[in-house]
């Protein structure tokens, strides 16, 4: 472990160190106004403005307390980015281990705008790195106007095709009135999937339908669709 600061003090295992802080520990970068840490648990209080930076992820906060070697612990205020891509805000994490956290109320996006496209908000969250994020009473915003309601929603976070509900299509037009469409994405193997899709019209009637593709060697591959509708 490596230390710099403006001034520091050492009072038996622990050492107190003031003004332009930076600790080093393996992969791990911290910066803080004020930093206490136990050489010997390896646990550190930092206060102020404080940044920690490790291998994929950098996070901002008012307020941390962090094990080094287990990389468990707290924060308040915390603003973070998980590369690639991954963009949050919230009151307080707990960090449960180095791919596990536990939020509170918080919000994220993929956005790199100053004003995000899309953003989800949340009064709870569990994001597990590079698999997904669970969020309770989640609410979708697109440029800030609300969009959509979620008492749950689980949000996948890997590259790879998952199974789930995918987004709803909400809408008004003069013909067809209000329309709400929900579809659910079942990813079968890595060659063949199906979509299901409910739809409901106000001043049509209501529609269900289905899709299956697939693909196999050679370039063969084909799919198929069926769509019900019932007028009123």
Not at 182 to 202: L, Q
Request: charged fraction near 25%.
């Amino acid at each position: 472990m490596t230390i710099y600061a403006n001034s520091q003090e050492k009072v038996e295992a622990r050492i107190f160190a003031n003004g332009a802080v930076e600790v080093r520990y393996k992969n791990i970068r911290i910066f803080a106004d004020k930093i206490d840490v136990d050489i010997n648990t390896k646990d550190v209080l930092a206060l102020g403005r404080v940044v920690i930076q490790l291998p994929t992820e950098t996070i901002t906060a008012e307020k941390m307390t962090l094990n080094l070697d287990t990389q468990q612990g707290k924060l308040d205020k915390a603003l973070g980015r998980i590369q690639p891509d991954i963009l949050y805000e919230s009151a307080s994490i707990e960090r449960k281990s180095d791919n596990l956290y536990a939020f509170g109320k918080m919000s994220f996006t993929s956005c790199t705008q100053p004003t995000p496209r899309w953003q989800f908000s949340c009064s709870k969250a569990y994001l597990k790195k590079d698999d997904h994020v669970s969020l309770w009473n989640a609410l979708l915003t697109i440029k800030k106007v609300p969009v959509f309601y979620w008492p749950y929603l689980r949000y996948p976070l890997n590259r790879d095709r998952s199974t789930g509900f995918l987004a709803p299509q909400i809408g008004y037009s003069g013909i067809k009135g209000f329309f709400l469409g929900e579809s659910f994405y079942w990813a079968i193997a890595r060659n063949m999937d199906a979509t299901f899709a409910a739809d409901y019209y106000s001043n049509k009637g209501l529609g269900a339908g289905g899709e299956f593709r697939y693909l196999f060697g050679g370039g063969t591959g084909g799919e198929a669709r069926i769509y019900y509708f019932r007028f009123k």
